[in-house]
């Protein structure tokens, strides 16, 4: 494993959410001049795309509720009041962004109402969820997408939101129950992001069975929080969990003892990263709590 801590803070969390949270031209035209004017060093990712026009959504079946930016394929769909209004089956398009951000005053979770039956993905695609206040943890959207990637590689970037799980799932499944499909369960993902998001619900690592990630990015203010309480019966599980490269900034003023197992490494995700990026952390503080016992005979660079 090799760790990467960078005091400078080189990654603005504004950057790197791709959400327009207002779809005006004024606004539109507004953030592609700040981004143009930021350096690459200065977002820690490329610059967007040249401006485009945003084109109503007639083509897809869902103009009430989403906007269809044509030369970026992106939809964004943010005047729904209710989930089950945003209806895939008919529209022929395919995508390569599709950001779903309702008001955050409805307070919506993420659940079943949401059917993205009929939606279609380019390759390198990227979905980008926000402003939820729950989410359904038996609740696996992304299986009847169609993807170009032979692979249904895509990225998925969760922000503004609250992790907190309706059900108040714990890792206390039985061994049949271990079995079902979950939020993030089954993915094959270049990235997943979580950024700005509030963890009041404690993380089962089974929610990421079966799922690989590339890089897997924390950007926010307060740390994750993992379920200590495996069934015994499902530690004996594989649970198949590929994680190349971690980034994590939680910022400086909170990142005081928040890198450990408990709250960042859990051996059940990370087993197999290879490389973590720290920003803007307290270095002191990383390599103290680093050394835990599921860590004590990983490399450190």
């Given at each position: ?35 143009r004017n930021s350096s690459s060093s200065e977002l820690g990712l490329d610059l967007r795309f040249p401006l485009v026009c945003i084109v109503q959504s007639q083509q897809t079946g869902l103009e ?46 993420f659940n079943s109402s949401l059917n993205l039956k009929g939606l279609r993905l380019t390759r390198n695609a990227f979905i980008e969820i926000g402003n939820f206040y729950g989410f359904d943890p ?128 859990n051996e059940f995700i990370f087993e197999q990263v290879e490389e973590i990026y720290f920003f803007s952390c307290n270095l002191e503080e990383i390599f103290k709590n680093l050394i835990s016992p ?8």
């Amino acid at each position: 494993m090799i760790i990467f801590l960078y005091e400078k803070h080189i990654c603005n969390k504004d950057h790197w959410s791709h959400v327009l949270h207002s779809m005006t031209m004024n606004d539109f035209e507004s953030r592609e001049n700040s981004l143009r004017n930021s350096s690459s060093s200065e977002l820690g990712l490329d610059l967007r795309f040249p401006l485009v026009c945003i084109v109503q959504s007639q083509q897809t079946g869902l103009e009430p509720y989403c906007d269809y930016i044509f030369f970026r394929r992106a939809l964004y769909c943010f005047r729904f009041t209710s989930l089950d209004q945003l209806d895939f089956s008919n529209s022929t398009l395919e995508y390569q962004q599709l950001v779903i951000q309702p008001n955050s005053d409805l307070k919506l979770e993420f659940n079943s109402s949401l059917n993205l039956k009929g939606l279609r993905l380019t390759r390198n695609a990227f979905i980008e969820i926000g402003n939820f206040y729950g989410f359904d943890p038996y609740f696996q959207p992304f299986g009847s997408i169609q993807i170009s990637d032979p692979d249904r590689i895509f990225s998925f970037y969760i922000y503004d939101s609250r992790i907190f799980f309706i059900d108040n799932v714990t890792c206390n499944f039985s061994e049949e129950e271990g079995q079902n499909s979950f939020i993030f369960s089954g993915l094959n993902l270049n990235r997943l992001q979580f950024s700005n998001v509030n963890f009041t619900s404690e993380l089962c690592p089974l929610l990421f069975k079966n799922t690989s990630v590339q890089d897997w990015y924390f950007i926010n203010k307060d740390p994750v929080k993992y379920d200590p309480s495996l069934n015994s019966s499902l530690i004996q599980m594989d649970l198949n969990i590929k994680v190349k490269r971690l980034f994590v900034e939680y910022g400086e003023d909170k990142f005081i003892s928040k890198v450990n197992t408990d709250t960042l490494l859990n051996e059940f995700i990370f087993e197999q990263v290879e490389e973590i990026y720290f920003f803007s952390c307290n270095l002191e503080e990383i390599f103290k709590n680093l050394i835990s016992p599921a860590l004590k005979n990983r490399k450190y660079f």
